[in-house]
């Protein structure tokens, strides 16, 4: 069966994930994705071997670039050398997208920037991913990683207790994927325009952007002139039935019965807290509300006298209809059935991990699914095989370029 994006290629041009991490997202979709690295110096990602204090390295494989670099090929060029550029060239004039997460006076100096490109091939979709956007005051600072989208877009203050005085980190990269995501949107959008006028384009997205617009509905809220929203108070939260809660094993719940009165008598009787179905001072939201601290610390005392097993099989057998859920960690999640039966994670056998559970493609397609077909490569890994079958390079060639050190 043919996938969505077959016959699409993307010259990937970039470091680490933010941006650049949309050409896996479009390798899924069967897009040919070669990625270019320097012969003497990789892509940055394959030494991140500690990441939030935590170790990154699984049988001798950096994990990061496990998800960056799935689904794509490696070759290692020089770009700094006219040799290399020439190929790199070739490449661009056979291919339909460009993304990069260089600074463009990187590219500049590369002769890789937009104006370079479309002297090849006019008609390239040609994507820049950067920090803070490629305009404005900030356009000439050149580096930027995570944290520091999260920083500057608000999302860490958003995070957090309220009565916290303190920012939080945010770990997981939920910065760099965000910018991957928006990138690959926009890539789509720019070959749907293509395919109707025949016009390539350049897009630009970065972490900034893409920061604030995954904090959409928070922007929508200040920039209506309303108050924004406001960090959750557990001790004080002003619907206690809109909360979390410790169980007896240390596990966490959380409720989130944001139409409490109409659920009240039902939450009461499955809690078993018929005593206060009726009490006045908790009979309608208002009161609830009026009365929270005291409720929450009704529940407090209710739930840690069961384990969290204890309470999801309770609320199950007797077919709770609030929303209600575990506060689940990463591991939590690698064999949960809802998870797996909807391929959010799937399984893939790595040649030397073995088999592994990787994030697999957020939306499923009836007649072209998403798939992972490849491990991320080694540095270079496909070099010789791309030259080959894309340039129609011979062995002498390609011995050529390996003996100037334009290849490795």
């Not at 000439?140 to 989208?149: A, S």
């Not at 989130?256 to 078993?272: L, V, Y």
């Not at 309770?314 to 609030?322: D, G």
């Amino acid at each position: 069966m043919d996938k969505m994006l077959k016959g699409i290629r993307i010259i990937d041009l970039g470091m680490v994930h933010a941006g650049v991490a949309s050409g896996y997202m479009l390798g899924d979709l069967g897009a040919d994705v070669i990625k270019i690295e320097e012969p003497t110096r990789a892509d940055s990602g394959r030494g991140m071997t500690v990441l939030f204090g935590a170790q990154m390295v699984v049988k001798g494989h950096p994990v990061l670039p496990q998800l960056s670099n799935r689904n794509k090929r490696s070759i290692a060029l020089d770009l700094k050398k006219e040799e290399g550029k020439q190929v790199f060239y070739r490449l661009i004039e056979k291919s339909d997208v460009f993304v990069t997460n260089f600074h463009p006076s990187v590219l500049e100096r590369l002769g890789a920037d937009y104006e370079d490109l479309i002297k090849y091939n006019p008609k390239i979709i040609y994507a820049i991913c950067s920090a803070y956007g490629i305009r404005g005051p900030k356009k000439d600072i050149r580096r930027g990683y995570d944290p520091i989208g999260l920083a500057y877009s608000g999302a860490m203050w958003g995070v957090g207790e309220r009565d916290s005085k303190e920012p939080q980190w945010i770990v997981g990269g939920w910065g760099d994927q965000s910018a991957a995501v928006f990138t690959a949107y926009g890539i789509l959008a720019a070959l749907f325009h293509r395919e109707r006028t025949g016009k390539g384009q350049k897009l630009e997205t970065s972490l900034l952007g893409s920061a604030i617009n995954i904090q959409a509905m928070a922007f929508n809220a200040v920039g209506l002139g309303a108050e924004g929203y406001k960090r959750q108070a557990r001790k004080r939260a002003i619907n206690p039935m809109a909360n979390h809660y410790r169980c007896a094993d240390d596990e966490w719940i959380l409720l989130c019965i944001n139409q409490s009165d109409r659920f009240w008598h039902e939450f009461c009787t499955i809690m078993g807290l018929t005593d206060l179905e009726n009490d006045p001072l908790y009979l309608t939201e208002r009161n609830r509300s009026q009365h929270r601290m005291e409720l929450i610390e009704i529940l407090d005392k209710t739930f840690i006298e069961k384990t969290l097993a204890e309470w999801l099989d309770i609320f199950e057998k007797n077919k709770a209809s609030f929303p209600y859920s575990p506060i689940n960690r990463w591991n939590d999640l690698l064999s949960d059935p809802q998870v797996i039966k909807n391929q959010y994670l799937v399984d893939f056998n790595h040649p030397e991990i073995g088999p592994v559970k990787l994030p697999g493609f957020p939306v499923l397609f009836s007649e072209t699914p998403a798939e992972i077909e490849r491990q991320a490569p080694e540095h270079g890994e496909h070099t010789e095989e791309v030259l080959l079958e894309l340039l129609g390079f011979s062995w002498e060639k390609i011995a050529q370029l390996k003996e100037n050190e334009v290849i490795n």
